[in-house]
T-cell receptor
Framework: DAMVIQNPRYQVTQFGKPVTLSCSQT?????MYWYQQKSSQAPKLLFH???????NEADTPDNFQSRRPNTSFCFLDIRSPGLGDAAMYLC??????????????FGPGTRLTVL | GQNIDQPTEMTATEGAIVQINCTYQ??????LFWYQQHAGEAPTFLSY??LDGLEEKGRFSSFLSRSKGYSYLLLKELQMKDSASYLC??????????WGAGTKLIIKP
C-alpha cells in the first residue's frame, strides 16, 4: 500500500540536544510538508518542498532545518530543542497544490518530548 | 489576516446526527477540506468541496457556501469510533492550506 512513514513514532531528547526526524513516502508525490502540532491546536506549517525547491514559512524558527535528499525522503532537524518544541511533528505529502483537489496525506506523526 | 473558525468541542449521542460548522476568511479560495484526527494520531482526509452544495460520502456529508464563507460537516448514525477532532482547512489563492484548530467531538452512549 502506498503510504507516508515517519520514524521514530516517539522521540525523547534532552534540552539542547540535536534531534532528527525522518519521513518517507511511496506515493511518489512532488510535495512534502512538515507540520508542528500542539495539543488542541491547528497544525502549523514549518516548511515544504516542491521537488527540490525548499519553501520556509516566515515564522519558522532558525532552529528548525529540513533536508530532502531524494523524492522519497525528507528530514526535519531540530538543532537545539527547547521545552517549547515538544509537540507532534507531522509529515504530509501531496501531488501538486496548483492542481486541485490536492489532498495532503499524512504520516502517523512523531511525538517529541524534550526533557 | 486569514482565519478559520470552528467550535472547540461538541457532544452528541451514539446513533444521532451532528453538524460541525466552519467559517473562514481567507485570501482567495481553492477548495475546503475536512479531516478527521483521532487523539494522538495523524489527520486523515474526509472530504473536499470547491463548488457550492452538498457532497455526500456514506455517513458523512460536507456542505459549502462560498458566498457566506461557510461549510459544515454532517455526521449521521454516530458511532463511538467517530469520537475524534474534525479539522476544517481552506486552500487559499497561494495554494497554501489554512487550518482550523479543530472541533473535538465527544460521543456518548
Amino acid at each position: 500500500d502506498a503510504m507516508v512513514i515517519q520514524n521514530p513514532r516517539y522521540q525523547v531528547t534532552q534540552f539542547g540536544k540535536p534531534v532528527t526526524l525522518s519521513c518517507s513516502q511511496t506515493l511518489n508525490h512532488n510535495v512534502m510538508y512538515w507540520y508542528q502540532q500542539k495539543s488542541s491546536q491547528a497544525p502549523k506549517l514549518l516548511f515544504h518542498y516542491y521537488d527540490k525547491d525548499f519553501n520556509n514559512e516566515a515564522d519558522t524558527p532558525d532552529n528548525f532545518q529540513s533536508r530532502r535528499p531524494n523524492t522519497s525522503f525528507c528530514f526535519l532537524d531540530i538543532r537545539s530543542p527547547g521545552l517549547g518544541d515538544a509537540a507532534m511533528y507531522l509529515c504530509a505529502t501531496s501531488r501538486d497544490p496548483s492542481r486541485p483537489p490536492d489532498t495532503q496525506y499524512f504520516g502517523p506523526g512523531t511525538r517529541l518530548t524534550v526533557l | 489576516g486569514q482565519n478559520i473558525d470552528q467550535p472547540t468541542e461538541m457532544t452528541a449521542t451514539e446513533g444521532a446526527i451532528v453538524q460541525i460548522n466552519c467559517t473562514y476568511q481567507t485570501s482567495g479560495f481553492n477548495g475546503l477540506f475536512w479531516y478527521q484526527q483521532h487523539a494522538g494520531e495523524a489527520p486523515t482526509f474526509l472530504s473536499y468541496n470547491v463548488l457550492d452544495g452538498l457532497e455526500e460520502k456514506g455517513r458523512f456529508s460536507s456542505f459549502l457556501s462560498r458566498s457566506k464563507g461557510y461549510s459544515y460537516l454532517l455526521l449521521k448514525e454516530l458511532q463511538m469510533k467517530d469520537s475524534a477532532s474534525y479539522l476544517c482547512a481552506v486552500m487559499d489563492s497561494n495554494y497554501q492550506l489554512i487550518w482550523g484548530a479543530g472541533t473535538k467531538l465527544i460521543i456518548k452512549p
